[in-house]
């Protein structure tokens, strides 16, 4: 970078609800980063713990800036943290989570290098009540419908905040950060993956933590999620005549036929499919100028072909079932 370039600014959001334990240790964090100029905004979300309360003074008369507001979620806690800065990237933190020293440096060239690039992330690693690492998958925009590819924390080019208007503050029970990721791709935006762990990620007992709840709303965010951004999933998935209720059976459909089509087993037995199940992936790319079928249609083929069939039994056989818990543990359901 030339000398006289201006060196852009960062901002690092925490939004806090009752997590003043953790609080500490995340802005921490924020002030070991090796990047500079860093600026720490806390976000406090109607907390109403008197631990929380107490830490948050103790950090605001330290210098840590602290602004207050009546609890209203998480997503219009990190809007109202972006706005109050003028950072030209910015990345929401959790108030349990922290960031490795290079975050901010690793990931903002990324950033700097192409401007359709929205936002950058990284690896995590996991703490607390496990200790594995989450290996996130390169940005797709397209699977990017499917599964929610990265994490909440990521760096993000304000510019692209401000032109899709921030979170969407009705995403009050989770998938927040997912429906942000798919108004970037909506407005054009591209995400990009720096291969390190940079991420500290606490892993609290299960049913404690957000992503943990919002699966048992899993259906009502992503009707939410299809009424937002409507377009994208019509276009991604080819179902320009169908109904809006029904796009989230085709997308659970599709969801099913990407799981199917990447197992190792179907590619080994795919090629003694009939050609017309020996489909690429869920979307409605065109071969030959044709238009592929819906998914459920797709998925129904599948499900119809001889190796799908014979994929199902090798599942239900003891020695499978022995290799599946072996692999992902006593809760693996194959």
């Not at 948050?56 to 109202?80: D, F, K, M, Y």
């Not at 407005?187 to 940079?198: D, I, S, T």
Request: with cysteine.
């Amino acid at each position: 970078m030339p000398a006289d370039t201006p060196v852009p600014s960062v901002a690092i959001v925490i939004p806090c609800y009752n997590h003043g334990a953790y609080l500490p240790e995340a802005v921490a964090s924020v002030h070991a980063q090796t990047y500079a100029p860093v600026e720490c905004v806390v976000v406090d979300d109607g907390s109403t713990d008197a631990e929380t309360r107490r830490v948050l003074h103790l950090l605001q008369e330290a210098g840590t800036r602290v602004i207050s507001q009546p609890n209203q979620g998480l997503a219009a806690a990190r809007n109202a943290g972006v706005r109050a800065t003028e950072a030209a990237f910015f990345v929401p933190l959790d108030a349990d989570d922290q960031l490795e020293p290079g975050f901010v440096e690793r990931l903002l060239p990324a950033l700097q290098r192409d401007p359709q690039v929205g936002f950058c992330y990284c690896h995590v690693q996991l703490f607390g009540t496990s200790n594995d690492v989450w290996r996130c998958l390169p940005y797709d925009r397209r699977r990017a419908i499917l599964y929610n590819l990265c994490p909440a924390t990521a760096l993000i080019r304000r510019a692209a905040f401000d032109e899709v208007g921030g979170y969407q503050s009705d995403m009050v029970h989770g998938y927040e950060d997912w429906d942000f990721w798919l108004a970037l791709a909506a407005a054009g935006y591209e995400g990009r993956l720096v291969p390190a762990r940079l991420l500290l990620y606490r892993q609290h007992e299960p049913g404690v933590s957000m992503r943990d709840r919002v699966k048992t709303r899993h259906e009502e965010m992503t009707r939410r999620m299809i009424a937002h951004h409507d377009g994208l999933y019509r276009a991604l998935l080819g179902l320009s005549d169908v109904a809006e209720e029904q796009i989230f059976d085709e997308l659970m459909a599709a969801v099913e036929l990407d799981h199917i089509l990447r197992a190792r087993l179907w590619r080994v037995l795919h090629p003694f499919a009939r050609p017309d199940v020996c489909v690429d992936g869920p979307f409605a790319d065109s071969a030959a100028g044709q238009t592929r079928p819906a998914p459920r249609q797709r998925l129904a083929r599948v499900r119809a072909s001889a190796a799908y069939r014979l994929i199902a039994a090798l599942k239900r056989t003891r020695l499978h079932r022995w290799y599946a818990r072996r692999k992902y543990g006593a809760a693996a359901e194959e």
